[in-house]
Protein backbone atom coordinates (compact mmCIF):
# COMPACT_ATOMS: atom_id res chain seq x y z
CA UNK A 1 0.00 0.00 0.00
CA UNK A 2 1.05 3.17 -1.35
CA UNK A 3 1.41 6.26 1.76
CA UNK A 4 1.69 9.68 1.18
CA UNK A 5 4.14 11.78 2.61
CA UNK A 6 1.98 13.74 5.05
CA UNK A 7 0.99 9.70 6.47
CA UNK A 8 4.53 8.90 6.99
CA UNK A 9 6.69 12.47 7.91
CA UNK A 10 5.41 14.69 11.01
CA UNK A 11 6.92 17.75 12.75
CA UNK A 12 7.91 17.41 16.42
CA UNK A 13 8.40 20.61 18.60
CA UNK A 14 7.73 19.76 22.19
CA UNK A 15 9.62 17.62 24.36
CA UNK A 16 7.50 15.60 26.80
CA UNK A 17 7.66 16.11 30.58
CA UNK A 18 10.33 13.74 32.32
CA UNK A 19 8.28 12.00 35.37
CA UNK A 20 9.90 9.05 37.30
CA UNK A 21 7.57 7.10 39.71
CA UNK A 22 7.79 3.60 40.64
CA UNK A 23 5.22 1.41 38.69
CA UNK A 24 6.80 -1.45 38.13
CA UNK A 25 8.82 -0.82 35.10
CA UNK A 26 11.42 -2.90 33.73
CA UNK A 27 14.31 -2.21 31.21
CA UNK A 28 14.62 -5.97 30.91
CA UNK A 29 11.81 -8.02 30.32
CA UNK A 30 13.87 -10.84 28.19
CA UNK A 31 15.13 -11.08 32.51
CA UNK A 32 12.36 -14.03 32.30
CA UNK A 33 14.39 -16.24 29.80
CA UNK A 34 17.01 -16.42 31.79
CA UNK A 35 15.09 -17.20 34.68
CA UNK A 36 13.87 -20.35 32.45
CA UNK A 37 17.29 -21.30 31.73
CA UNK A 38 18.30 -20.62 35.42
CA UNK A 39 15.87 -23.11 36.56
CA UNK A 40 16.39 -25.59 33.78
CA UNK A 41 19.75 -26.10 34.42
CA UNK A 42 19.65 -25.58 38.38
CA UNK A 43 22.55 -23.41 38.49
CA UNK A 44 21.07 -21.54 42.10
CA UNK A 45 20.96 -24.95 44.06
CA UNK A 46 24.29 -26.01 41.98
CA UNK A 47 25.77 -23.09 42.89
CA UNK A 48 24.82 -23.46 46.72
CA UNK A 49 26.82 -26.65 46.64
CA UNK A 50 30.45 -25.00 45.21
CA UNK A 51 30.27 -22.95 48.77
CA UNK A 52 28.56 -25.40 51.04
CA UNK A 53 31.97 -25.53 52.65
CA UNK A 54 31.59 -21.84 53.92
CA UNK A 55 30.20 -21.91 57.41
CA UNK A 56 29.20 -18.18 57.41
CA UNK A 57 25.14 -17.21 58.29
CA UNK A 58 25.34 -14.30 55.75
CA UNK A 59 22.30 -12.59 54.99
CA UNK A 60 23.51 -11.94 51.18
CA UNK A 61 25.85 -15.10 50.84
CA UNK A 62 28.14 -16.18 48.14
CA UNK A 63 26.04 -17.83 45.67
CA UNK A 64 23.53 -14.85 45.29
CA UNK A 65 26.69 -12.80 44.66
CA UNK A 66 27.65 -15.13 41.90
CA UNK A 67 24.36 -15.48 40.60
CA UNK A 68 24.47 -11.04 40.45
CA UNK A 69 27.78 -11.16 38.66
CA UNK A 70 26.28 -13.42 36.08
CA UNK A 71 23.49 -11.62 35.62
CA UNK A 72 25.20 -7.83 35.72
CA UNK A 73 27.57 -9.64 32.98
CA UNK A 74 24.69 -10.82 30.72
CA UNK A 75 23.04 -7.53 30.88
CA UNK A 76 25.88 -6.08 28.96
CA UNK A 77 27.22 -3.86 32.27
CA UNK A 78 30.90 -3.52 33.38
CA UNK A 79 31.87 -2.25 36.52
CA UNK A 80 30.03 -3.37 40.36
CA UNK A 81 28.81 0.61 40.92
CA UNK A 82 26.34 -0.15 37.84
CA UNK A 83 24.41 -2.43 39.97
CA UNK A 84 22.34 0.89 40.94
CA UNK A 85 21.02 1.37 37.41
CA UNK A 86 19.02 -1.95 37.53
CA UNK A 87 18.81 -2.44 41.47
CA UNK A 88 14.59 -1.83 41.64
CA UNK A 89 14.00 -3.93 38.12
CA UNK A 90 11.61 -6.32 39.39
CA UNK A 91 11.96 -8.86 36.52
CA UNK A 92 15.57 -8.87 36.92
CA UNK A 93 15.08 -8.91 41.05
CA UNK A 94 12.97 -11.80 40.00
CA UNK A 95 15.46 -13.75 37.97
CA UNK A 96 17.86 -13.62 40.65
CA UNK A 97 15.26 -14.71 43.20
CA UNK A 98 15.49 -11.66 45.27
CA UNK A 99 13.30 -8.80 47.01
CA UNK A 100 15.47 -6.18 47.21
CA UNK A 101 18.70 -6.06 45.42
CA UNK A 102 22.26 -5.47 47.86
CA UNK A 103 24.43 -2.61 47.76
CA UNK A 104 27.28 -2.22 45.62
CA UNK A 105 29.67 -2.42 48.73
CA UNK A 106 27.93 -5.94 49.87
CA UNK A 107 28.54 -7.37 46.23
CA UNK A 108 32.52 -5.94 46.47
CA UNK A 109 32.71 -7.64 49.90
CA UNK A 110 31.60 -10.74 48.87
CA UNK A 111 33.76 -11.05 46.23
CA UNK A 112 36.83 -10.09 48.40
CA UNK A 113 36.20 -12.81 51.04
CA UNK A 114 35.76 -15.67 48.48
CA UNK A 115 38.09 -18.28 49.00
CA UNK A 116 40.22 -20.48 46.41
CA UNK A 117 38.35 -24.09 47.14
CA UNK A 118 34.96 -21.84 46.11
CA UNK A 119 36.77 -20.57 42.96
CA UNK A 120 37.63 -24.28 42.14
CA UNK A 121 34.07 -25.27 43.05
CA UNK A 122 32.98 -22.80 40.46
CA UNK A 123 35.49 -22.93 37.66
CA UNK A 124 34.32 -27.27 37.70
CA UNK A 125 30.90 -25.74 37.59
CA UNK A 126 31.26 -24.36 34.89
CA UNK A 127 32.98 -26.88 33.28
CA UNK A 128 30.63 -29.36 33.82
CA UNK A 129 27.49 -27.18 32.44
CA UNK A 130 29.57 -27.68 29.43
CA UNK A 131 30.57 -30.83 29.35
CA UNK A 132 26.71 -32.28 29.53
CA UNK A 133 25.57 -30.35 26.74
CA UNK A 134 28.59 -32.35 24.79
CA UNK A 135 26.94 -35.50 26.56
CA UNK A 136 23.18 -34.41 25.25
CA UNK A 137 24.24 -34.32 21.94
CA UNK A 138 26.23 -37.07 21.72
CA UNK A 139 29.20 -35.73 19.56
CA UNK A 140 31.38 -38.18 18.47
CA UNK A 141 34.17 -35.75 17.75
CA UNK A 142 35.06 -32.80 20.07
CA UNK A 143 37.76 -30.34 18.99
CA UNK A 144 39.53 -28.35 21.97
CA UNK A 145 41.22 -24.91 21.11
CA UNK A 146 44.01 -24.01 23.56
CA UNK A 147 45.08 -20.31 23.90
CA UNK A 148 45.86 -17.56 26.82
CA UNK A 149 44.59 -14.28 27.00
CA UNK A 150 46.18 -11.32 28.46
CA UNK A 151 43.83 -9.70 31.34
CA UNK A 152 45.39 -6.35 31.71
CA UNK A 153 45.07 -3.75 34.80
CA UNK A 154 46.10 0.17 35.39
CA UNK A 155 46.84 -0.71 39.24
CA UNK A 156 47.95 -3.15 41.76
CA UNK A 157 45.84 -6.77 42.30
CA UNK A 158 46.51 -9.83 44.05
CA UNK A 159 48.46 -12.45 41.26
CA UNK A 160 49.03 -9.85 38.36
CA UNK A 161 52.49 -9.60 37.16
CA UNK A 162 54.34 -7.58 34.33
CA UNK A 163 54.63 -9.90 31.40
CA UNK A 164 54.02 -9.39 27.85
CA UNK A 165 51.50 -7.18 26.58
CA UNK A 166 51.36 -5.89 23.26
CA UNK A 167 48.80 -3.49 23.46
CA UNK A 168 49.64 -2.04 27.16
CA UNK A 169 53.38 -2.35 27.87
CA UNK A 170 54.30 -2.26 31.26
CA UNK A 171 50.90 -3.15 32.97
CA UNK A 172 50.45 -5.84 34.97
CA UNK A 173 47.96 -8.28 34.14
CA UNK A 174 46.69 -11.79 34.40
CA UNK A 175 47.37 -14.21 31.50
CA UNK A 176 45.04 -17.15 31.86
CA UNK A 177 44.48 -19.98 29.74
CA UNK A 178 41.42 -20.57 28.32
CA UNK A 179 40.20 -24.13 26.85
CA UNK A 180 37.43 -23.84 24.16
CA UNK A 181 35.13 -26.15 22.47
CA UNK A 182 34.60 -25.35 18.73
CA UNK A 183 32.18 -27.15 17.81
CA UNK A 184 29.56 -25.28 21.01
CA UNK A 185 31.71 -22.10 20.50
CA UNK A 186 31.94 -22.18 24.68
CA UNK A 187 34.58 -21.78 26.93
CA UNK A 188 35.03 -25.23 28.34
CA UNK A 189 38.05 -24.77 31.16
CA UNK A 190 39.85 -21.55 32.47
CA UNK A 191 43.57 -22.26 34.32
CA UNK A 192 44.44 -18.76 36.21
CA UNK A 193 47.98 -17.46 36.20
CA UNK A 194 50.13 -14.40 36.38
CA UNK A 195 50.98 -12.21 33.63
CA UNK A 196 54.71 -13.18 33.50
CA UNK A 197 54.24 -16.76 32.53
CA UNK A 198 54.99 -18.33 28.79
CA UNK A 199 51.59 -19.52 27.20
CA UNK A 200 52.79 -23.21 27.87
CA UNK A 201 53.26 -22.42 31.65
CA UNK A 202 51.86 -25.91 33.44
CA UNK A 203 49.86 -26.37 30.60
CA UNK A 204 49.91 -30.06 29.87
CA UNK A 205 48.38 -30.79 33.23
CA UNK A 206 45.58 -28.68 32.30
CA UNK A 207 44.96 -29.84 28.89
CA UNK A 208 45.12 -33.66 30.47
CA UNK A 209 42.48 -32.62 33.19
CA UNK A 210 40.39 -31.05 30.11
CA UNK A 211 40.78 -34.13 27.70
CA UNK A 212 39.75 -36.63 30.94
CA UNK A 213 36.65 -34.25 31.38
CA UNK A 214 35.44 -35.22 28.33
CA UNK A 215 36.57 -38.42 27.76
CA UNK A 216 34.78 -39.82 31.37
CA UNK A 217 31.41 -38.21 29.82
CA UNK A 218 32.24 -39.33 26.33
CA UNK A 219 34.02 -42.59 25.93
CA UNK A 220 35.34 -43.07 22.37
CA UNK A 221 34.72 -39.66 21.63
CA UNK A 222 37.48 -38.34 18.89
CA UNK A 223 39.26 -35.77 20.56
CA UNK A 224 40.96 -33.14 18.27
CA UNK A 225 43.14 -29.92 19.45
CA UNK A 226 45.06 -27.16 17.74
CA UNK A 227 47.63 -24.82 18.67
CA UNK A 228 49.79 -21.41 17.64
CA UNK A 229 53.53 -21.92 18.01
CA UNK A 230 53.79 -20.95 21.41
CA UNK A 231 53.04 -24.60 22.86
CA UNK A 232 55.53 -25.92 20.47
CA UNK A 233 57.70 -28.26 21.83
CA UNK A 234 58.62 -32.27 22.22
CA UNK A 235 56.89 -32.52 25.10
CA UNK A 236 53.65 -31.13 24.38
CA UNK A 237 53.89 -33.04 20.94
CA UNK A 238 54.89 -35.99 22.53
CA UNK A 239 51.71 -35.79 25.36
CA UNK A 240 48.84 -35.08 22.63
CA UNK A 241 50.39 -37.93 20.75
CA UNK A 242 50.31 -40.55 23.59
CA UNK A 243 46.80 -39.21 24.43
CA UNK A 244 45.10 -40.46 21.15
CA UNK A 245 44.60 -36.91 20.62
CA UNK A 246 44.56 -35.52 17.01
CA UNK A 247 46.64 -31.99 16.84
CA UNK A 248 48.10 -29.28 14.86
CA UNK A 249 50.69 -27.42 15.81
CA UNK A 250 51.65 -23.81 13.98
CA UNK A 251 56.30 -24.54 14.41
CA UNK A 252 58.14 -21.62 15.21
CA UNK A 253 60.79 -20.91 12.55
CA UNK A 254 63.24 -18.72 15.16
CA UNK A 255 63.96 -22.48 16.85
CA UNK A 256 65.02 -24.34 14.48
CA UNK A 257 67.87 -22.72 11.56
CA UNK A 258 67.31 -26.50 9.20
CA UNK A 259 63.41 -24.87 8.76
CA UNK A 260 64.76 -21.90 6.67
CA UNK A 261 67.27 -24.26 4.45
CA UNK A 262 64.60 -26.88 3.60
CA UNK A 263 62.12 -24.54 2.54
CA UNK A 264 64.83 -22.15 0.48
CA UNK A 265 66.16 -25.15 -1.30
CA UNK A 266 62.69 -26.62 -2.41
CA UNK A 267 62.28 -26.40 -6.08
CA UNK A 268 58.88 -28.26 -6.70
CA UNK A 269 55.87 -27.73 -4.44
CA UNK A 270 53.01 -29.71 -4.79
CA UNK A 271 49.28 -27.28 -5.69
CA UNK A 272 47.10 -27.36 -2.81
CA UNK A 273 44.73 -24.51 -4.60
CA UNK A 274 45.23 -21.06 -6.14
CA UNK A 275 45.98 -19.97 -2.87
CA UNK A 276 48.60 -22.64 -1.28
CA UNK A 277 51.39 -24.60 -1.87
CA UNK A 278 53.45 -27.33 0.08
CA UNK A 279 55.53 -30.21 1.05
CA UNK A 280 55.97 -32.46 3.33
CA UNK A 281 58.42 -34.31 5.67
CA UNK A 282 58.75 -37.02 8.07
CA UNK A 283 61.16 -35.00 10.03
CA UNK A 284 62.66 -34.06 13.96
CA UNK A 285 64.78 -31.46 15.15
CA UNK A 286 68.20 -32.65 16.35
CA UNK A 287 66.99 -32.69 19.96
CA UNK A 288 63.87 -35.29 19.87
CA UNK A 289 63.52 -39.13 19.69
CA UNK A 290 60.31 -39.60 17.58
CA UNK A 291 59.66 -38.14 13.59
CA UNK A 292 56.84 -36.67 13.03
CA UNK A 293 54.48 -35.42 9.84
CA UNK A 294 55.62 -31.57 8.86
CA UNK A 295 53.53 -29.58 6.39
CA UNK A 296 55.47 -26.91 4.88
CA UNK A 297 53.21 -24.65 3.61
CA UNK A 298 53.55 -21.28 1.27
CA UNK A 299 50.36 -18.69 0.99
CA UNK A 300 50.33 -16.68 -2.43
CA UNK A 301 50.17 -12.86 -0.86
CA UNK A 302 49.10 -9.88 -3.52
CA UNK A 303 50.75 -6.78 -1.14
CA UNK A 304 53.33 -5.57 -2.29
CA UNK A 305 56.20 -4.48 0.19
CA UNK A 306 57.41 -1.04 -0.51
CA UNK A 307 59.75 -1.22 2.51
CA UNK A 308 63.56 -2.20 1.94
CA UNK A 309 63.85 -6.10 2.23
CA UNK A 310 64.87 -6.96 5.69
CA UNK A 311 66.21 -10.67 5.23
CA UNK A 312 65.83 -12.76 8.80
CA UNK A 313 68.07 -15.02 10.04
CA UNK A 314 65.53 -17.71 10.64
CA UNK A 315 62.33 -17.01 8.72
CA UNK A 316 61.93 -17.66 4.61
CA UNK A 317 62.07 -14.86 2.30
CA UNK A 318 60.66 -14.75 -0.99
CA UNK A 319 58.33 -12.00 -3.06
CA UNK A 320 54.61 -12.52 -2.88
CA UNK A 321 55.05 -15.66 -0.43
CA UNK A 322 53.94 -16.04 3.10
CA UNK A 323 55.42 -19.20 4.73
CA UNK A 324 54.54 -21.37 7.73
CA UNK A 325 55.28 -24.99 9.00
CA UNK A 326 52.72 -27.14 11.12
CA UNK A 327 53.23 -30.31 12.52
CA UNK A 328 50.97 -32.86 13.03
CA UNK A 329 49.57 -36.54 13.34
CA UNK A 330 46.42 -36.43 11.60
CA UNK A 331 46.22 -38.86 8.69
CA UNK A 332 44.95 -38.21 4.91
CA UNK A 333 45.78 -35.00 2.47
CA UNK A 334 47.39 -32.07 3.30
CA UNK A 335 43.92 -29.55 2.58
CA UNK A 336 41.92 -30.68 5.22
CA UNK A 337 45.35 -30.28 7.89
CA UNK A 338 45.54 -27.08 6.67
CA UNK A 339 41.72 -26.09 7.17
CA UNK A 340 41.41 -27.63 9.92
CA UNK A 341 44.69 -25.70 11.43
CA UNK A 342 43.34 -22.29 10.33
CA UNK A 343 39.61 -22.75 11.80
CA UNK A 344 41.98 -22.16 15.20
CA UNK A 345 40.87 -18.36 14.14
CA UNK A 346 37.37 -18.80 15.18
CA UNK A 347 38.89 -18.96 18.77
CA UNK A 348 40.54 -15.21 18.43
CA UNK A 349 36.41 -13.91 17.53
CA UNK A 350 35.40 -15.88 21.16
CA UNK A 351 38.09 -14.11 22.92
CA UNK A 352 36.77 -10.53 21.40
CA UNK A 353 33.34 -11.52 22.33
CA UNK A 354 34.02 -12.52 26.03
CA UNK A 355 36.29 -9.32 26.34
CA UNK A 356 34.19 -6.87 24.51
CA UNK A 357 30.28 -8.04 25.26
CA UNK A 358 30.96 -9.85 28.49
CA UNK A 359 33.46 -7.95 29.97
CA UNK A 360 35.97 -10.75 30.47
CA UNK A 361 39.03 -7.82 30.68
CA UNK A 362 37.56 -6.05 33.66
CA UNK A 363 39.45 -6.37 37.06
CA UNK A 364 37.50 -4.92 39.89
CA UNK A 365 39.01 -5.80 43.25
CA UNK A 366 42.51 -5.85 44.56
CA UNK A 367 41.96 -9.82 45.64
CA UNK A 368 43.23 -12.77 43.45
CA UNK A 369 40.45 -14.88 44.62
CA UNK A 370 37.58 -12.07 43.86
CA UNK A 371 39.03 -11.50 40.46
CA UNK A 372 39.02 -15.07 39.26
CA UNK A 373 35.65 -15.16 40.64
CA UNK A 374 34.71 -12.29 38.52
CA UNK A 375 36.42 -13.74 35.72
CA UNK A 376 34.56 -17.08 35.71
CA UNK A 377 30.83 -15.10 36.15
CA UNK A 378 31.79 -13.74 32.63
CA UNK A 379 32.92 -17.09 31.20
CA UNK A 380 29.41 -18.23 32.35
CA UNK A 381 27.66 -15.34 30.85
CA UNK A 382 29.30 -16.40 27.49
CA UNK A 383 28.49 -19.67 27.84
CA UNK A 384 24.80 -19.32 29.22
CA UNK A 385 23.98 -17.58 26.05
CA UNK A 386 25.26 -20.15 23.41
CA UNK A 387 23.18 -22.60 26.65
CA UNK A 388 19.76 -20.39 25.63
CA UNK A 389 20.44 -20.69 22.02
CA UNK A 390 21.55 -24.42 21.66
CA UNK A 391 18.36 -25.46 23.74
CA UNK A 392 15.98 -23.62 21.48
CA UNK A 393 17.40 -24.42 18.19
CA UNK A 394 18.33 -26.98 16.04
CA UNK A 395 21.92 -27.87 14.87
CA UNK A 396 22.47 -25.10 11.73
CA UNK A 397 25.49 -27.40 9.82
CA UNK A 398 27.31 -30.25 10.09
CA UNK A 399 30.81 -30.75 11.17
CA UNK A 400 33.25 -28.45 8.55
CA UNK A 401 36.95 -28.86 7.69
CA UNK A 402 37.49 -25.29 9.31
CA UNK A 403 35.55 -27.13 12.73
CA UNK A 404 32.91 -24.54 13.01
CA UNK A 405 30.76 -24.10 15.24
CA UNK A 406 27.40 -26.57 14.69
CA UNK A 407 24.91 -23.67 15.27
CA UNK A 408 25.30 -19.80 13.97
CA UNK A 409 25.32 -18.15 17.19
CA UNK A 410 23.97 -14.97 17.60
CA UNK A 411 26.51 -12.72 19.47
CA UNK A 412 25.87 -11.63 23.22
CA UNK A 413 25.51 -8.24 22.26
CA UNK A 414 22.70 -8.79 19.62
CA UNK A 415 20.83 -11.32 21.76
CA UNK A 416 20.34 -8.25 24.82
CA UNK A 417 19.47 -5.54 22.04
CA UNK A 418 17.01 -7.83 20.21
CA UNK A 419 15.65 -10.01 22.99
CA UNK A 420 16.58 -8.53 26.94
CA UNK A 421 16.43 -4.90 26.84
CA UNK A 422 12.98 -4.75 26.20
CA UNK A 423 10.93 -2.07 28.27
CA UNK A 424 7.58 -3.80 29.94
CA UNK A 425 4.90 -3.23 32.84
CA UNK A 426 4.59 -5.90 35.60
CA UNK A 427 0.93 -6.01 37.15
CA UNK A 428 -1.14 -8.46 38.72
CA UNK A 429 -4.63 -8.51 37.29
CA UNK A 430 -7.32 -10.94 39.32
CA UNK A 431 -4.26 -11.72 41.13
CA UNK A 432 -2.34 -13.03 38.36
CA UNK A 433 0.81 -12.02 37.05
CA UNK A 434 1.49 -10.41 33.81
CA UNK A 435 4.47 -8.80 32.14
CA UNK A 436 3.04 -6.42 29.59
CA UNK A 437 5.44 -5.59 26.90
CA UNK A 438 5.09 -3.16 23.54
CA UNK A 439 2.78 -5.22 20.26
CA UNK A 440 6.26 -5.66 18.36
CA UNK A 441 5.48 -8.43 16.09
CA UNK A 442 8.78 -9.71 15.51
CA UNK A 443 9.40 -9.43 19.40
CA UNK A 444 6.56 -10.88 20.19
CA UNK A 445 7.24 -14.70 18.31
CA UNK A 446 11.36 -14.69 19.13
CA UNK A 447 10.20 -14.87 23.13
CA UNK A 448 7.60 -16.79 22.65
CA UNK A 449 9.93 -19.29 20.27
CA UNK A 450 12.76 -19.18 23.14
CA UNK A 451 10.26 -19.21 26.01
CA UNK A 452 8.42 -22.31 24.80
CA UNK A 453 11.87 -23.78 23.65
CA UNK A 454 13.10 -23.76 27.46
CA UNK A 455 9.81 -24.79 28.75
CA UNK A 456 10.23 -27.97 26.81
CA UNK A 457 13.75 -28.76 26.89
CA UNK A 458 12.71 -28.54 31.10
Same mark, same amino acid.
Given at each position: ?40 ? %?????? @? #? !???? +?? /? ?6 ? &? ?55 ? %?????? @? #? !???? +?? /? ?6 ? &? ?315
Amino acid at each position: MKLSRSQIHTKVQSIPELCFEDQRLTSFSGCILLQRLFQKL %NLCDRL @R #E !CFAH +RS /EKLIVGFP &TIVLIMIVHLMLGFRRLRDIERYRDDPVVLRALGLRRMPNVSTVCRGLARTDRPSVE %NVRLLS @R #E !CIVS +RL /EAEKFSRV &TLDFDGSVISTGKFAEGTAVGYNNKKKGQRSYYPLLCTVAQTAQVLDVFHRAGNVHDSHNAIEFMGGCFDAVRSRLPGVILESRKDAAFFSDKMVDFLDSQGVQFSISVPFERFVELKFMIESRRRWKRLDSRWDYFESDWAPKCWERRYRFLFLRHRVKKQSKEPVQLGLFTPHEEGYEFKVIVTNKKGKAKPILLFHNGRASQENQFSELKTQCNMDYVPTRRLSGNQLYFLSAVFAHNMYRELQMTVRKIDRSTTPKRAALWIFEEAASMRHKLIQRAGRLTRPHGRLRLTLSGNEITRKELMHYLSGLAHAA
